[in-house]
Antibody, heavy 120, light 110 residues
Framework: EVYLLETGGGLMQFGGSLRLSCAAS????????MSWVRQAPGKGLEWVSTMYSGGSTYHADSVKGRFTISRDNSKNTLFLEMNSLRAEDTAVYYCARGYSSGLGDAFDIWGQGTMVTVSS | ELVLTQSPATLSLSPGERATLSCRASQSVSAYLAWYQQKPGQAPRLLIYDASNRATGIPARFSGSGSGTDFTLTISSLEPEDFAVYYC????????????FGPGTKVDIK
């Protein structure tokens, strides 16, 4: 069965750090591009970061310089290192598998999400 | 920067009715748009990719169309489980490798 399981969320202080994990089952994270997408309470979806199979990484401007996406192929796990946390980082963080049809891109598998709350 | 605009923000319909949701892009993105469904407390689910292809397991009552800057998601006859929020999503031509979501359309029961 193909699924993603995020862990690591919690209540953090402003300026703190946190690492989220996303364990994959049924496929290799190194064979797909993988992303983090977040959703603030009552709001829409916001793309955060992507790591491609070749290792290149990209981050949204809102998190650039503070968040880092990485993976451990041996553990088949994707990570999001979050530093200098701000109140506006409060959200449910989803891990998602990228699907490329050769034409367009979509996220075909999503984890259940992990909540990050940043208090001031 | 690519901006996706969805309309209407809320669509109030009854089961059995047809739902038509719109997504407009601020720049031409050809045919490579995706649609997602999200129910309260759940992760998003991929419905449509490449504007008109249904993802695995998605019922035939869901269809997508459009290209360039204007796209449509149609639910031909609403089932009770279809009342949810729907998002469109695209990867921009520039800057590349950035993904954008629309603000969502909520389909609720009239």
């Amino acid at each position: 069965e193909v699924y993603l399981l995020e862990t690591g969320g919690g209540l953090m202080q402003f300026g703190g750090s946190l690492r989220l994990s996303c364990a994959a089952s049924g496929f290799a994270v190194s064979s797909h591009y993988m992303s983090w997408v977040r959703q603030a309470p009552g709001k829409g979806l916001e793309w955060v970061s992507t790591m491609y199979s070749g290792g290149s990484t990209y981050h949204a401007d809102s998190v650039k310089g503070r968040f880092t996406i990485s993976r451990d192929n041996s553990k088949n796990t994707l990570f999001l290192e979050m530093n200098s946390l701000r109140a506006e980082d409060t959200a449910v963080y989803y891990c998602a598998r990228g699907y490329s049809s050769g034409l367009g891109d979509a996220f075909d598998i999503w984890g259940q999400g992990t909540m990050v709350t940043v208090s001031s | 920067e690519l901006v996706l605009t969805q309309s209407p923000a809320t669509l109030s319909l009854s089961p059995g009715e047809r739902a038509t949701l719109s997504c407009r892009a601020s720049q031409s993105v050809s045919a490579y748009l995706a649609w997602y469904q999200q129910k309260p407390g759940q992760a998003p689910r991929l419905l449509i990719y490449d504007a008109s292809n249904r993802a695995t397991g998605i019922p035939a009552r869901f269809s997508g169309s459009g290209s360039g800057t204007d796209f449509t998601l149609t639910i031909s006859s609403l089932e009770p489980e279809d009342f949810a929020v729907y998002y469109c999503q695209q990867r921009a031509n520039w800057p590349p490798n950035e993904f954008t979501f629309g603000p969502g359309t909520k389909v609720d029961i009239k």
